[in-house]
């Protein structure tokens, strides 16, 4: 996207700084609303085969996270919040899916990165596998396994790549590329030995053996060297050694396994921002021992934010003619939601949302199709009747019964719930906004849980209309693959006419061209 002239941008931070009493006025909604309108008619549908597909995935971010991410994107470039647009928000197609497991109400990351990514619904901690397989046994695996649209967009021909902010092998990634009774099998340490007997490989071996992918960011570095080998960030720290049992060193082999290619190997931001796309076949950089640090944490002279790991990734990918599949995954989403740490998630949150907006830029919705979902919610409310503009890590106006104020960011149950002598804590002189404070919560857990209820999903570009309704999330990735002509249904791929582009904005800025320039041309009247 093209920087927008001086006298535009001024237009939309006027249109998006506009004053309380423009808002008394019903014109100024009305205006609003018929200009949405006529977005939404002059609508075309966008029937192009998507020669590349983008999927972003918000681990744990259900649409209470999604609101309060908005609010909190705002807030930092010193707007009330509520009125931001953030770039999945120009999104025209918007649908819900369910998340169940097939034995769980609620579930977790493992099964439903199984059905969004293989178009199956799985039991709860199981990887890349039918309901057929059972949590942590080896032998359930075989005849039981399904693939992924990765695998499926490899086959095709077109290039592949993860980004993600845990390890590369946690559960999200690790269902487009492995296999796995157990989630938790990162690397043969983690297995039982009757598992490995029985033949179960974990999930570090399986990133190189299973599917030839050429992007892989993340962290997960002791997983893939020998037990004891020091790592080059950390070397006296003895957690972020090596764990492998078996003497394999995944970095060494992967490097082997690309003769003939030009394949780098990175881990810190100086080698990263020193590859060059336009000559890199294949990209392996792993930024951490285990998961990366959080955004409010990361070193800024060590680890690259994702939406520059998302740009690198993409830079690599669109170089084949046949087109690329990407997933990103903003992982750390949900493990700042487990420690009822609403700051870090939210923040997470706005991290994942500037990598849409930066894929955006490199792409076209003429062939790409661009998807922003959640695999599952948290238990997080968003409470108390805050004043606009009201922080939204702030307190409520309102205090409870006990006469004491709380959080309108909160947790159903959490590390937060903090009860003595029958009272809640007093947060009067508390900074709620900081990046360690815990929200509190109504039941005591050692760690927040997962939420159940449906989560959004985004669309736009080629055959963005068939993510629409309320669906199951094993729906997802066949109406992926429909759109790009990959996998088993390709029926339609001979006769579909192409058209030249989406009506849809290309960024809030352009939303809000087209919808409020008129608006304020009425008010200025």
Not at 277 to 285: F, H, Q, R, V
Not at 455 to 466: D, E, N, Q, S
Request: with cysteine; hydrophobic share 40%.
């Amino acid at each position: 996207m093209a920087f927008l002239p001086l006298s535009v941008a001024c237009l939309v931070l006027l249109i998006m700084t506009v004053h309380p009493a423009e808002e008394e006025k019903p014109e100024f909604w009305r205006q609003q609303a018929r200009a949405v309108l006529r977005l939404a008619l002059d609508r075309k549908l966008n029937t192009n085969v998507a020669k590349n597909i983008v999927l972003f995935v918000g681990d744990g971010m259900g649409i209470t996270t999604v609101t309060a991410a908005r609010i909190l994107k705002g807030q930092l470039q010193n707007r009330t919040g509520e009125e931001t647009i953030m770039n999945m928000d120009t999104f025209p197609y918007v649908g819900l899916v369910k998340v169940y497991a097939v034995d769980f109400q609620i579930p977790d990351s493992a099964a439903t990165a199984t059905a969004y990514l293989c178009g199956v619904k799985a039991n709860l901690n199981t990887v890349g596998l039918s309901a057929a397989g059972r949590n942590g046994a080896c032998r359930s695996q075989k005849g039981n396994e399904v693939t992924s649209i990765l695998k499926w967009a490899k086959d095709a021909g077109k290039s592949v790549g993860i980004v993600t902010t845990t390890r590369v092998q946690h559960a999200t990634p690790a269902a487009a590329y492995a296999h796995s009774a157990s989630r938790k099998w990162y690397c043969d340490t983690d297995m039982p030995a009757a598992a490995k007997a029985q033949g179960c490989r974990d999930i570090a071996a399986q990133l190189l053996s299973n599917t030839d992918i050429d992007v892989i960011i993340g962290g997960g570095r002791k997983y893939m060297t020998p037990k004891g080998t020091r790592d080059p960030e950390y070397p006296l720290d003895p957690s972020a050694r090596g764990r492998r049992s078996d003497g394999r060193n995944l970095i060494s082999e992967w490097q082997h396994t690309k003769g003939g290619k030009v394949a780098r190997y990175v881990w810190n931001r100086t080698d990263f921002d020193a590859v060059d796309p336009a000559t890199t076949d294949y990209l392996l950089a792993l930024f951490e021992p285990g998961d990366l640090r959080y955004e409010l944490e990361r070193d800024l002279s060590m680890d690259p934010p994702l939406s520059d790991t998302t740009e690198k990734a993409i830079r690599i990918l669109q170089k084949n003619p046949k087109g690329f599949f990407l997933l990103v995954e903003g992982g750390r989403i949900d493990q700042g939601h487990h420690a009822s740490r609403a700051s870090m998630a939210l923040h997470e949150t706005v991290e994942l949302d500037n990598a849409v907006g930066r894929a955006l830029e490199l792409t076209g919705d003429g062939d790409t199709l661009t998807m922003v979902t959640a695999d599952h919610s948290h238990s997080f409310t968003f409470n108390g009747f805050p004043f606009r503009g009201n922080s939204i890590l702030g307190k409520s106006p309102l205090f409870g019964k006990d006469m004491m104020p709380y959080t309108t960011l909160m947790y159903g149950n959490g590390p937060g719930h903090k009860i003595v002598n029958n009272k809640r804590p007093d947060i009067r002189g508390v900074d709620t906004e900081s990046k360690d404070y815990i929200q509190q919560a109504a039941v005591p857990t050692e760690s927040e849980t997962h939420g159940g209820e449906d989560v959004a999903v985004l669309a736009r570009g080629p055959m963005a209309h068939l993510f629409h309704g309320v669906q199951e999330q094993s729906y997802i990735p066949h109406a992926l693959a429909f759109a790009a002509c990959i996998g088993d249904d390709q029926s339609h791929c001979e006769t579909t006419p192409p058209i030249p582009r989406s009506s849809a904005p290309t960024s809030p800025a352009a939303w809000l061209i087209a919808v409020l320039v008129p608006v304020l041309q009425n008010l200025l009247r």
